[in-house]
């Protein structure tokens, strides 16, 4: 073997190991992302529920209520702890719109929107939309 054999050998190995620790770093991050995703869509899915809870009636001539308007879910900062031991916590912002979409049928919308920073740098939004008629 001569020393350039032995070089381009070297050189060759580094560049392997170099491109398999790369895609070792890259599907870690990824998977920790897609970890960061899921929990968001969990907690825009508990607002959703929250807010689907919330009493409207339109029917009957007496006692009709609606609490399905905006002001009563204002925005609201979750914690999402991703491995449920408190390392890797990432707080996130719930912010909750309520439309109405028609007046006959009753129907409103609801969307909740989960914000929140991966590694602090990159700003993600989470949205959860659905269609709520009044209590029957």
């Not at 381009?8 to 190995?13: G, H, L, R």
């Not at 006692?63 to 707080?91: E, H, I, M, Q, W």
Request: net charge neutral.
């Amino acid at each position: 073997m001569t020393l350039a054999e032995v070089v381009v050998a070297m050189a060759i190995t580094g560049l392997a190991v170099g491109g398999i620790v790369t895609g070792y770093i890259y599907s870690t991050t990824s998977a920790e992302k897609a970890g960061y995703h899921l929990v968001a869509n969990a907690r825009a899915m508990e607002r959703i529920e929250e807010v689907r809870s919330a009493q409207w009636v339109t029917t009957g001539s007496t006692n009709l209520v609606d609490y399905l308007v905006a002001t009563n879910f204002p925005s609201k900062v979750v914690t999402n702890d991703l491995s449920g031991s408190g390392a890797g916590v990432v707080t996130a912002t719930l912010n909750t719109y309520i439309t109405q979409v028609s007046t006959n049928p009753p129907l409103k919308r609801i969307r909740v929107d989960c914000i929140w920073k991966f590694k602090g740098v990159e700003t993600i939004t989470n949205t959860i939309e659905t269609l709520r008629a009044p209590d029957q």
